[in-house]
């Protein structure tokens, strides 16, 4: 019997292609774990837990970066200054001003920013006690609170929220107020985020409900007044 040829396997190298040209390499695989999803609006929209994490996370970043402004020595003292003139020592100079400008006849402007003022204070702890958002300082250890809080919870401003409805019926009587006023709520707005104790969001809702609740008592009393 005649032994049988051996049987020669010829394996084609990845190099062995027309013309001599070498083949890429094949890259590796992409490890799609290792990326960090993005939030798309479609999937904000979906998802109401997603988009209110996603505005917890930008008011939170806001007040750090405010912070820093109070880092200083002087920003510090204004930002504390500004903070307790806001718990009512800064009422007493404007009543002083209102008196000095419009004589005896400002106490109807002094008596409506007290009216306002003491609905603000009977309904804002209400609010803050039914939403018991925490301050900032309390979510972000790298934040740290300036001055004692009055109370343990930040949403709404009641410190915005009482300024914005005590000036209302004083810019509504005296418009050439309005600069002036205008300038004493955007202190006070910065100095109590800049203190780490309320958010963004917390004083725009105590502006808002401020003059949504001192504008129609303001219209009222100068109606039968």
């Known amino acids: 019997m005649t032994a049988e040829p051996p049987v020669v396997t010829?394996?084609?190298?990845?190099?062995?292609?027309?013309?001599?040209?070498?083949?890429?390499e094949p890259t590796s695989p992409i490890h799609l774990e290792s990326f960090t999803p993005r939030r798309s609006a479609w999937s904000l929209l979906r998802q109401p837990s997603l988009w209110l994490q996603t505005l917890q996370e930008a008011d939170l970043e806001l007040v750090r970066i405010l912070s820093r402004t109070a880092h200083s020595s002087i920003g510090r003292l204004c930002a504390i200054g500004i903070s307790k003139l806001g718990n009512g020592w800064v009422y007493i100079p404007l009543a002083i001003v209102i008196l000095a400008c419009w004589g005896l006849s400002g106490y109807k402007l002094i008596l409506f920013g007290c009216i306002n003022a003491g609905v603000t204070h009977s309904l804002y702890p209400l609010l803050k006690r039914r939403y018991r958002r925490r301050r900032p300082f309390l979510i972000d250890p790298e934040l740290s609170s300036l001055l004692a809080t009055l109370d343990e919870h930040s949403f709404p401003s009641g410190h915005t929220m009482t300024m914005t409805a005590v000036l209302t019926p004083i810019v509504m009587l005296w418009p050439s107020f309005a600069i002036p006023a205008a300038l004493m709520l955007l202190c006070l707005a910065w100095s109590r985020v800049a203190t780490a104790h309320h958010y963004p969001s917390d004083v725009i809702a105590g502006g808002l409900l401020g003059f949504g609740l001192g504008y129609p008592i303001a219209l009222g009393l100068i109606a039968i007044w």
Do not use: A, E, I
């Open 10 to 24: 010829y394996v084609k190298s990845v190099n062995d292609t027309p013309g001599g040209r070498q083949q890429p």
